[in-house]
């Protein structure tokens, strides 16, 4: 027999298929940032980066999504790792756990270069209050090198809204 509008067929994992109303919600908003400048981290402090999005939900009870990917340069030295980090932010407040690119000790293994996603991180909207995300570069290590968007690289942050 033919579904009903807004259901699937649904495998109910003996082989039999059954229709089912679709669940989830709709996506209510969404935006998203690119960035291409260089920042050479030659420093411990967190440095903001051009990814920066001014966001206001559209309701309180909807589901805010993000997610996006930084691109690293690290190389290590003779005697210590690569190392740079990254983190995402609502205004002043972390909002994510941060992220490290190491590598090894000098020779070869000592450089990577390349993108690294961030997690898609979850949360309630709770208010229609603007807020601002954006991502913070740091070295966390001086005796090594580490560049953020090095070499032509972009990175990229992403919002959704999803209104369940």
């Known amino acids: 027999t033919d579904g009903n509008a807004n259901e699937f067929l649904q ?16 996506i209510a908003q969404y935006k998203h940032d690119y960035d291409s400048a260089s920042i050479g981290l030659s420093n411990t402090s967190w440095t903001d980066t051009n990814l920066s999005i001014a966001f206001t939900p559209t309701s309180a009870s909807n589901r805010i ?3 996006g990917m930084v691109q690293v340069y690290v190389n290590g030295e003779p005697s210590y790792h690569g190392n740079m980090e990254y ?22 293994e000592a450089n990577w270069n390349g993108m690294l996603p961030f997690n898609v991180y979850e949360t309630n909207a709770s208010n229609t209050n603007e807020r601002t995300y954006k991502v913070q570069v740091r070295n966390s290590d ?4 580490a560049h953020y968007n090095q070499y032509g690289g972009y990175s990229a942050l992403e919002i959704w809204e999803i209104d369940y």
């Open 142 to 145: 001086t005796n090594s090198g």
């Open 65 to 67: 999504l993000l997610k």
């Open 87 to 108: 983190k995402v932010l609502n205004g002043s407040s972390d909002i994510m756990e941060t992220y490290s690119a190491y590598t090894g000790y000098g020779g070869n």
């Open 11 to 26: 495998s109910n994992g003996s082989g039999v298929l059954t229709w089912a109303e679709a669940g989830g919600g709709k």
